[in-house]
């Protein structure tokens, strides 16, 4: 089966700590992206990537970095730097942008830092 | 900029209750709109799209029109079952090139049912 896969399902941290959130897609999607889910706040986009070997900052990039070696593979690290990391944190894939198709979903990763 | 703009919930009806959540947005050119469902602590999944004006998106029940003169792509269900319980999210994605075709959106609107 296609899909989006995010590991592990929840995440705990000491405050200082950097952390990689995994995710992996098999759907052979060229574009994947990195939310940010609080409560009442619906979802903000962190980093998105369009191809392999590039990415964009979205709304909230500061105190997060990305990579995107291989098609299949988007993982954030969410830094020191970051002020707030609790959150539920949700990768998406989709076909180019230049598509009227929708964006696919992983399970997500809850994160907790204390 | 392009941005969603939906009914604040929580929202709660009976089991068998009609339900409408609003979803008006703003954007250049004519994007494509979307419905997503979130149950708790998962992630979302597509419950509804359309591409074009005057489109109407239908899945397990659920149904919403793309209306261009009123911007706006209202969620609706005839009879509503506790399994529908779930947030639900209004979205754009735009397809001007200034969007990178990134999805805007709304705030969501969680949905209780009663038995």
């Known amino acids: 089966d296609g899909g989006i896969t995010q590991s592990p399902k929840y995440l705990f941290r000491k405050e200082g700590q950097n952390v990689t959130l995994s995710c992996e897609q098999n759907?052979?999607?060229?574009?994947m992206y990195w939310y940010r889910q609080d409560p009442g706040q619906g979802l903000r986009l962190i980093y998105y990537?369009?191809?392999?070997?590039?990415?964009q900052k979205g709304d909230i990039a500061e105190g997060y970095s990305v990579s995107r070696e291989k098609k299949e593979s988007f993982p954030l690290t969410v830094t020191s730097a970051q002020k707030n990391p609790t959150a539920f944190y949700l990768c998406?894939?989709?076909?180019?942008?230049?598509?009227?198709?929708?964006?696919?979903f992983g399970p997500g990763t809850r994160l907790t830092v204390t | 900029g392009d941005s969603v703009t939906q009914m604040e919930g929580p929202v709660t009806l009976s089991e068998e209750a009609f339900l409408t959540i609003n979803c008006t947005y703003t954007?250049?050119?004519?994007?494509?709109l979307f419905w997503y469902v979130q149950y708790p602590g998962e992630g979302l999944q597509l419950l509804l799209k359309?591409?074009?004006?005057?489109d109407k998106g239908s899945n397990k029940g659920f149904e919403a029109t793309y209306r261009k003169e009123t911007t706006s792509f209202h969620l609706e269900k005839g009879s509503v079952q506790v399994s529908d319980s779930a947030v639900y999210f209004c979205?754009?994605?735009?397809?001007?090139?200034?969007?990178?075709?990134?999805?805007?959106f709304g705030k969501g609107t969680k949905l209780s049912v009663k038995p």
């Open positions: 998406a894939s989709s076909p180019p942008r230049d598509s009227d198709y929708e964006q696919y």
């Open positions: 759907l052979n999607h060229d574009a």
């Open positions: 990537s369009q191809i392999v070997n590039d990415f």
């Open positions: 954007a250049t050119g004519y994007p494509s």
């Open positions: 359309a591409t074009k004006a005057d």
């Open positions: 979205a754009l994605r735009g397809k001007d090139w200034g969007s990178q075709g990134n999805l805007i």
